[in-house]
């Protein structure tokens, strides 16, 4: 896969206090990943880092490609801006070296999508909180970033707002975009996220994908099953009167479900479970 | 760069922060020219010097402008800090450059001067002015709120480093033989007024250049140091 952003023993030392020790990562191309963690335990001075606006007191973050595009949704986006929607978001994005004509469009449609449509003459410094960090969603996505870095961006927005972010982060990941973010007491990422890490006292730590995913619960009849045990898309699979119950992530389902047809084999049943303890386990 | 510089003058003309600093110099001009005739050339050096100091102010306001995340979102956009925070510097020159055209124009629309300005003396002028102007800026960098967070020793930092500069001629002639040398660390605000006082604007030749190179060169050691700072304060 290709590197995108390749962190080495990056530190973090503020005033007496250790944010970040020695963590390295790889964050590669088209990737959805997740940083999660307590408040304070350094989650957006890492991705701060990552976006090269804050310089970490040891170790190097490299781009292997030097003209990687990156947005950067803040946690808190000023709120005293002295510019309407469409003036702050076309500036801005004549900052990164966008045409006017592409900007004007590219706007006009976000704000559709974001509903702000009927705010895009109002300043910036009037708007709600949730409005305004609206804008500084759009203002990250603008550019089609090779690297998308959102800071808890579900914060103040409403739910329609959360759910165009979920597909707009689907369709950059669609074209090639690397989505990095964090969250708190929500779920709705969890079915896009790929990789999650965990920050703790300053470490990092990957949280097993599988734990985080929805799984299928596909019930199959006249199969093997030790044709079936090869299949390594599948977490597990049980026997009960002649009938498989074929545990599959969501992504793979459709894969699956396919084989099962293609090898004469019907469909039961398919529903959607959660992973509890055991199954963890067993798996 | 030209998005960052047309955003920084149209984000400081809806803050008001312009208004100060700008009108100060338009009423000192005006009260410098409240008696006439006027000699050109003095006349000119001294409206420099004003200059001077309104753009050092004009700096301070410009880079107070952008709340802290909005720069590191303007930085990554524009895609670096060298880039950011010499488009800021662009904007405050500018600015200065309008100063100059009205210091400039302004005597000779209504009579002011003993004479007719020629095309020599037009010159040094203008380039007197921007040369100032150009130094106020640089090192007003230093005490914007980019490197100096508290307002009063920005502010304070600023005025005194100002008033040394221009009285550094002062300073120069109450120091021990030995200790003129102190006198180069001093930002050359004053070096162009003997010259310029001394001259008598037939040829342009009969200026010494030096004295003008030195604020340049001055400046630009300054921007140097600027730019390698904010970097580190940045981050």
């Not at chain 1, 203002?139 to 959360?162: H, V």
């Not at chain 2, 002062?170 to 050359?188: C, E, Q, R």
């Amino acid at each position: 896969m290709d590197k995108l952003v390749e962190l080495k023993n990056i530190s973090k030392v503020y005033t007496n206090k250790n944010v970040l020790r020695n963590i390295s990562l790889t964050i590669n191309k088209k990737q959805i990943l997740a940083i999660l963690g307590g408040n304070g335990t350094g989650k957006s001075t890492l991705l701060r880092m990552i976006a090269g606006i804050e310089r970490p007191s040891s170790g190097k973050v490299n781009y292997p490609n030097k003209n990687i595009k990156i947005g950067y949704v803040p946690e808190r986006f000023p709120k005293n801006i002295r510019f309407t929607p469409s003036e702050y978001l076309l500036y801005m994005g004549r900052m990164s070296g966008n045409s006017k004509g592409y900007l004007i469009q590219k706007i006009d449609d976000l704000l559709h999508r974001f509903q702000l449509d009927g705010l895009k003459n109002q300043r910036i410094m009037e708007l709600s909180k949730g409005s305004i960090q609206k804008v500084g969603l759009i203002q990250a996505i603008l550019q089609n970033p090779n690297l998308l870095i959102l800071d808890e961006p579900l914060a103040g927005l409403d739910s329609e707002a959360q759910e165009a972010l979920v597909k707009i982060i689907g369709e950059l990941k669609q074209q090639g975009s690397t989505i990095l973010l964090t969250y708190h007491e929500s779920n709705i990422f969890e079915s896009i996220v790929e990789n999650t890490f965990y920050l703790d006292h300053g470490n990092i730590s990957e949280i097993e994908s599988i734990k985080k995913e929805t799984i299928k619960l596909l019930v199959v009849r006249n199969v093997e099953k030790s044709l079936v045990k090869g299949w390594e898309e599948i977490l597990q699979v049980e026997e009960k009167d002649k009938q498989l119950s074929l545990y599959v992530p969501v992504k793979e389902s459709d894969v699956v479900l396919s084989r099962v047809l293609q090898l004469k084999g019907s469909i039961e049943a398919v529903s959607t479970v959660k992973l509890d303890d055991d199954m963890e386990r067993m798996i | 760069m030209k998005a960052v510089i047309k955003y920084s003058l149209h984000d400081y003309l809806r803050s008001h922060k312009y208004f100060p600093p700008i009108s100060t110099f338009i009423i000192l001009i005006f009260v410098y020219y409240s008696y006439t005739p006027n000699p050109i050339i003095d006349s000119y050096a001294v409206t420099s010097l004003i200059l001077y100091i309104i753009s050092a102010w004009v700096c301070i306001s410009v880079l107070s402008l952008d709340p802290p995340v909005q720069r590191q979102l303007m930085i990554l956009h524009i895609g670096g800090e060298n880039r950011y925070y010499l488009s800021k510097l662009i904007t405050v020159l500018l600015i200065s450059i309008i100063l100059t055209a009205y210091a400039f124009v302004y005597p000779i629309l209504f009579t002011m001067f003993n004479g007719s300005v020629t095309l020599t003396i037009g010159l040094v002028a203008i380039v007197n002015h921007v040369s100032l102007s150009i130094l106020g800026i640089c090192i007003a960098s230093f005490f914007s709120k980019i490197i100096t967070e508290s307002a009063v020793n920005s502010y304070g930092g600023l005025a005194l480093t100002i008033i040394i500069s221009i009285a550094a001629l002062g300073i120069y002639d109450a120091l021990p033989s030995y200790l003129k040398g102190i006198v180069w660390i001093i930002p050359p605000a004053t070096i162009t007024q003997t010259p310029l006082i001394n001259w008598d604007g037939d040829n342009v030749l009969d200026l010494s250049f030096f004295p003008f190179i030195w604020v340049i060169i001055y400046a630009l050691l300054l921007l140097y140091l600027f730019l390698k700072l904010a970097r580190r304060f940045q981050k």
